[in-house]
């Protein structure tokens, strides 16, 4: 199980290198760069030399990843216990393993050209479905409440350093590495933190055109005042949560 988590942190660390890197780009002016969300950068991958092959690895990285995710939610191999917290972080393991699959299978659709790069955004699709449910805004609600939550986890992991408790942090070196860590955890938790937004928005009008993703977020925090600035420092915090990916991959305690 350790070389499934391995392969799946460092390929899901590509994607949010993509994304950060894409996105620094574009803060400091570059006509390569754009804001994107995972899908888009994994598009923007396959128009690149190799893009075919280096997609694949990340796709099986992926599958991968979803594996792992889900053994840990149903074995509780890293003894979470049986409480309300724990079953918490495992649903959220498990729902992590659902959307890496759903990433990986998108990912070889591009590949064969199995789907559109073109129609309504996931997000968009999510709230119109739940909308169409009887109390369907609460519904929607809950789901930007949990996104907001999961966010303040990112807080709360990097002040408190909890990640410390399954990466064997070395020695020389570690405070460099703790601090890289953290801001990438914060600036992940502030990117989910306005996606999060966006779900009670979307639930307080009852229109599902207000949900949005990480590709809106960049675009809210580009219209800011000093924008660019803001989409640089955050695209800087998504690359060190990739390197912080490849920490956990490399560092990682036997369980």
């Known amino acids: 199980m350790e070389a499934l988590a391995r392969i799946g942190l460092i390929s899901r660390g590509m994607v949010y290198f993509l994304i950060g890197g894409l996105a620094l780009l574009m803060a400091v002016g570059d006509s390569h760069g754009k804001a994107t969300d995972t899908k888009g950068a994994m598009r923007n991958l396959l128009e690149q030399p190799f893009g075919t092959f280096l997609l694949s690895v990340i796709a099986l990285g992926l599958f991968c990843y979803a594996i792992w995710r889900a053994i840990q939610a149903i074995t509780d191999s890293d003894h979470l216990g049986s409480d309300f917290k724990g079953y918490c972080i495992r649903s959220g393991r498990m729902a992590g393993a659902v959307f890496h699959v759903v990433l990986g299978a998108y990912a070889f659709a591009l590949m064969f050209l199995l789907t559109s790069t073109r129609g309504p955004r996931t997000e968009t699709l999510l709230a119109r479905f739940l909308l169409k449910l009887p109390m369907g805004d609460w519904l929607l609600g809950g789901v930007g409440a949990g996104i907001l939550i999961f ?43 306005i996606i999060g937004s966006f779900f009670i928005q979307a639930a307080l009008k009852r229109s599902s055109r207000e949900a949005g993703g990480l590709k809106e977020a960049w675009e809210t925090l580009r219209t800011q005042p000093y924008g660019h600035a803001l989409v640089g420092i955050v695209a800087l915090g998504l690359i060190a949560y990739a390197f912080f990916t490849g920490v956990e991959a490399t560092y990682r305690k036997q369980t």
């Open 151 to 193: 966010a303040i986890a990112q807080f709360v992991i990097a002040w408190r350093e909890q990640f410390c408790d399954y990466i064997s942090i070395p020695v020389r070196g570690g405070r460099t590495l703790k601090s890289i860590c953290k801001f990438g955890l914060v600036a992940r938790g502030f990117v989910f933190l």
